[in-house]
C-alpha cells in the first residue's frame, strides 16, 4: 500500500492522507521506498498543529509512492537547505515524520509502547544522544538512542515488526536511526501524537 499524506495529521490547508501498515504486512525488512516530494506554493503553506497546541509550517512533503511495511522507511534531503530539525510521531498511524527547514526528509514505520507501558503524546525536547546506548531498565541494546524524558522514553533503532511493541519508546529501522541521528541534536523537538479516542 503506498503512502499518501492523511487528514489525519491535521494539516492546515492542504488535504493530505496517508495509509498504514496493515498488521498482516510482511515483517521483512525492506530498503528505502522510493519517494519524490510534494511541494506547497509560498503564499499557502499549509501547518502541523503539535500536541502543545503549537503549529509548524509545512513547505514540503515526501510523496512516497510504494508501500511502506515494518521495516520500511524513506529519507531524502536532497536540495532540502540546512534549517530546525523537528520530528512528528503519530502513534495512530504507527509512523514518525522528520522535517528540516520545514521540509519532510524521512518517514519510517514505527514500533510504540505497548499497553503495559505505552508511549507518552506530547512535545519533548532530545535531551541526550547516544550512538551506542543499553537499557539500563532492560539490559538491551539501543543504538542510535535519543532521550526525550527522564524515565528513559527515547526514539531508537529496533527491528520494526509486525506484533511488537516497545516498553514507551519509539523504535524505528536501524538505517533510518543511522540517519536520524545524523541529523538530530539535543533540544531538536519531538511531537508525539496520540492515537485518537474512538
Not at 24 to 42: F, L, M
Request: aromatic share 6%.
Amino acid at each position: 500500500m503506498a503512502r499518501t499524506v492523511p487528514s489525519a495529521l491535521a494539516i492546515t490547508g492542504a488535504v493530505m492522507s496517508m495509509t498504514i501498515p496493515a498488521q498482516a504486512a510482511a515483517t521483512t525488512v525492506s530498503p528505502p521506498v522510493a519517494s519524490r516530494r510534494i511541494i506547497y506554493p509560498a503564499a499557502r503553506l499549509p501547518s502541523l498543529r503539535l500536541p502543545n497546541g503549537e503549529r509548524q509550517t509545512v513547505r514540503s512533503l515526501l510523496d512516497v509512492q510504494q508501500p511502506m511495511r515494518f521495516g520500511s522507511y524513506v529519507w531524502d534531503d536532497r536540495g532540502v537547505p540546512p534549517g530546525p530539525v523537528w520530528m512528528r510521531v503519530d502513534l495512530g498511524l504507527q509512523t514518525i515524520s522528520v522535517f528540516r527547514a520545514g521540509h519532510e526528509i524521512g518517514s519510517a514505520v514505527i514500533l510504540y509502547g505497548a499497553d503495559r507501558k505505552p508511549t507518552p503524546p506530547g512535545v519533548y525536547p532530545i535531551l541526550a544522544r547516544a550512538r551506542h546506548h543499553r537499557s539500563n531498565l532492560y539490559d538491551a541494546p539501543m543504538p542510535y538512542m535519543l532521550r526525550l524524558t527522564g524515565d528513559g522514553i527515547a526514539i531508537h533503532a529496533s527491528n520494526v515488526r509486525a506484533r511488537a511493541a516497545t516498553h514507551g519508546c519509539i523504535g524505528v529501522p536501524p538505517e533510518f536511526a543511522r540517519l536520524l541521528f545524523a541529523q538530530a541534536r539535543r533540544g531538536d523537538r519531538v511531537a508525539i501524537v496520540g492515537v485518537p479516542q474512538a
